[in-house]
């Protein structure tokens, strides 16, 4: 909420980060360099015992609505985004501060990418069952006191929810690398990160909130 809110509708990112993308153009980049929607499925395929039988189903749904949640994120106003906030990128300073490092995927786009991401992947299933409304209510204070204006939770839960797919195809892709690809993580940091955020698609009836695109 911090670094959202400090750079907030900023003019800077236009004017002096000529070189940072929105979320949606990123992914249309990398689609164009590597075969990015074929190494989803195939890390999908590898990570059905994991995946609750209920989005097994519509499995044809999911690289769609990813597109569609990054069309939507990359609307006005943007902000700027880490878009990759796994919990391998965070750390603890000496004084008990938080940081995150490894910002090679960062682009512009809507708050809620980020959260999303960081929520459904950092917790337990049952704990962010348990959490995500509260933290949401708390970032969104916290949004507001770095200097966004104040959103109203039930726009924000909605956006929340139609961002779950961003950093889940990350995962997907992760564990779907092909032989002559490099592992960028041992399977078992994937698999675990695909179950929780399968779990928190299917909880939050994703797939709905990216058709109902309201915002």
């Known amino acids: 909420a911090s670094l959202h809110g400090a750079y907030w509708n900023s003019p800077c990112l236009d004017r002096d980060f000529t070189w940072l993308k929105t979320s949606l153009d990123f992914q249309h980049n990398i689609n164009r360099l ?21 989005l097994m189903r519509q499995r044809q749904r999911i690289w769609p609505s990813a597109m569609r949640s990054l069309e939507i994120n990359s609307r006005a106003p943007h902000t700027y985004l880490h878009h990759d906030v796994h919990i391998g990128n965070w750390y603890r300073t000496g004084a008990g501060r938080m940081g995150l490092t490894d910002w090679q995927c960062n682009v512009k786009g809507q708050w809620a990418s980020d959260l ?52 889940y195809v990350f995962w997907l892709y992760t564990l779907g690398a092909g032989a002559l690809q490099p592992a960028m993580q041992p399977d078992r940091f994937s698999l675990a990160n695909i179950e929780r955020m399968s779990a928190a698609i299917v909880d939050l009836d994703a797939l709905a909130a990216v058709d109902a695109d309201s915002v």
Request: proline letters at 3%.
């Open 34 to 54: 590597i075969n990015f929607e074929s190494r989803t499925s195939i890390g999908l395929d590898r990570a059905a015992q994991v995946v609750p039988v209920a």
């Open 116 to 167: 999303a991401y960081a929520l459904s992947s950092g917790l337990r299933i049952d704990d962010r069952r348990a959490w995500e409304r509260d933290l949401l209510h708390l970032y969104l204070d916290q949004l507001a006191a770095a200097g966004a204006p104040a959103s109203d939770f039930n726009t924000g839960w909605l956006q929340y929810r139609q961002q779950l797919f961003h950093g």
